[in-house]
């Protein structure tokens, strides 16, 4: 069944000219069929780059809006419309101007989990994989306001000592990562290395060995010489982490930490986006340009 869909799925793909993209934190199969599986900066520089006429977007829509952005002559497709990002959601244009307007020198910097029309809004974008780099690249002098997750935005102003002003935002996903069960995870499998990513609550962080987006947990997995991870992230993760590393041993440090969301996407979808080019997603002109520019921002301070 699954193998005939992937068929279908792959035919099509060339006919349309289209390249599927994934995140970390999709099903396993679909990170399988993906040509690119990665951490959200990673898929913002393939979506900037690739010179295919589709982009199938397998995340949420931030992420693809990200992609309409930086890649305005491409048709990008979100497979499951109703696929969003409780976080992103968590401020809105209208709060973010008054937020401003109370903090007129502060520099706004938005998590790339966030609205276009917030990005828009902003000075800088970010994700976790490069937002430490990126704060420290700004004026030291100037107070930085952060928006829309406290918990990337405390880890890096325990990093960094920046002044900073955080909008209470959250992910509902990492949030239910809880210290209990670090403490459980590490009595069951002491000896083995926890890696966090920074949208989890600081009783966590505090307790983390590493601090990482998904693609720096990838990466710190294949390279170190440990062989036994904790691992307090979304758990699509897992699937990958898995596979690159046959001989490691990778924990989840809980079974709740899935975000219904990123779940929503199914070879079924994934057919039917390419069959019936759907869901398009587009941003406003108006609201692009402004966006672009904090993404472009963003795009330019790559992690070392
Ligand atoms: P990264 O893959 O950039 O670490 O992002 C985590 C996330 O929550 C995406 O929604
Ligand atoms: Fe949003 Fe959290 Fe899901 Fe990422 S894991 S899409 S931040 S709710």
Redesign the pocket.
């Known amino acids: 069944m699954s193998e005939q869909l992937i068929e279908k799925i792959q035919t099509l793909k060339k006919e349309r000219n289209a390249v599927i993209l994934a ?3 999709q099903p396993g199969e679909i990170q399988d069929l993906a040509d690119y599986a ?4 990673g898929l913002s520089v393939q979506a900037a780059q690739t010179d295919a006429d589709v982009i199938v977007f397998c ?2 829509l931030f ?1 693809a809006e990200t992609a309409a952005i930086l890649s305005p002559d491409k048709t990008v497709l979100l497979p499951e419309k109703t696929a969003g ?1 409780p976080m992103a959601d968590m401020i809105t244009a209208e709060q973010l101007a008054e937020a401003k307007a109370n903090h007129p020198d502060a520099l706004v910097v938005c998590y ?2 966030s609205t276009a029309e917030v990005k828009a809004l902003s000075d800088y974008c970010c ?3 490069n937002a430490l780099e990126l704060v420290k690249s700004l004026p030291q002098d100037k107070e930085i306001l952060f928006v829309p997750d406290k918990n990337l935005g405390g880890f890096i102003q325990e990093r960094t000592g920046r002044s900073m002003i955080l909008w209470p935002g959250y ?1 509902n ?2 949030v239910r990562i809880q210290v209990e069960d670090v403490k459980q995870a590490r009595a069951d499998h002491s000896g083995a290395v926890l890696l966090a ?1 920074p ?1 989890c609550n600081p009783d966590v962080r505090e307790v983390a060995d590493e601090l990482l ?4 947990m990838l990466q710190f997995a294949r390279t170190s010489p440990h062989r036994e991870f904790i691992i307090a ?2 758990n699509g993760i897992l699937h990958t982490l898995k596979k690159q590393n046959p001989d490691k041993h990778f924990y989840p440090v809980t079974e709740r930490a899935i ?1 219904p969301n ?1 779940k929503k996407i199914s070879l079924e979808k994934v057919l039917w986006a390419l069959e019936d080019m759907q869901y398009h997603i587009t941003v406003p002109q108006e609201v692009a340009g402004g966006a672009k520019r904090s993404l472009d921002r963003m795009l330019a301070v790559l992690p070392k």
Do not use: A, K
């Open positions: 995140h970390n934190y990665g951490d959200s900066l995340g949420v992420m990002c790339v989990n994700t976790s994989g992910c996903t990492h990513h949208e987006s998904t693609g720096q992230t979304e975000c990123m």
